[in-house]
């Protein structure tokens, strides 16, 4: 240390420049750098990230999600091992990270579960059915209404569109006007 020098200022040598960021959660104040934001999941750190930590997805990655779903018709038995979930991981740009390969594990699990919740709220709801196939097997039915998912400017609405808009029908002027389906 050469007189004058600080400790601070011989400490910042031995820090990587990163540029500084300050971020404000709930009025908490959390300093940290532009390297752990890029490596951040959702405003995680891999560090941070754990079985019992839910990922707060953002509605573009959850209409990336349901798009791929939608594409791939997955049932609920998704898990972290499916053969096209590296395509997901990529188009969510979550790739190409210095992270450990626990953290890419359990953020494919997250991504499984997240589906998997995704599409049981969906057979609840009467979007999805599940039948079964010849040979006693559960099978996931895809209504075509879902292929309107896979256009780029697909809005993320997830529900059926209506079967029947309802207008009134033309009877004579002053009659009490019923309502038909329009055609």
Not at 55 to 64: L, T, V
Not at 104 to 131: C, P, Q, W
């Amino acid at each position: 240390m050469t007189l004058g020098e600080s400790n601070q200022t011989r400490n910042r040598a031995l820090i990587p420049n990163y540029s500084s960021v300050t971020l404000h959660v709930r009025d908490i104040i959390i300093s940290t750098t532009d390297h752990d934001l890029l490596q951040s999941i959702e405003g995680i750190t891999p560090n941070g990230l754990h079985s019992e930590v839910r990922i707060p997805w953002s509605a573009p990655r959850y209409i990336e999600m349901y798009r791929w779903a939608a594409k791939y018709q997955i049932d609920r038995t998704i898990t972290r091992h499916h053969p096209r979930l590296p395509e997901l991981l990529h188009t969510l740009k979550l790739v190409d990270h210095d992270w450990p390969i626990a953290t890419d594990s359990l953020i494919r699990s997250k991504i499984a579960h997240a589906l998997h919740n995704f599409i049981t709220s969906s057979k609840v709801k009467g979007y999805l059915m599940e039948m079964k196939d010849e040979n006693g097997r559960k099978t996931l039915l895809w209504p075509d209404w879902t292929k309107e998912w896979l256009s780029e400017d697909w809005d993320g609405v997830i529900r059926p569109p209506p079967k029947a808009v309802m207008r009134p029908s033309g009877i004579r002027q002053g009659a009490t006007r019923a309502l038909t389906p329009e055609t």
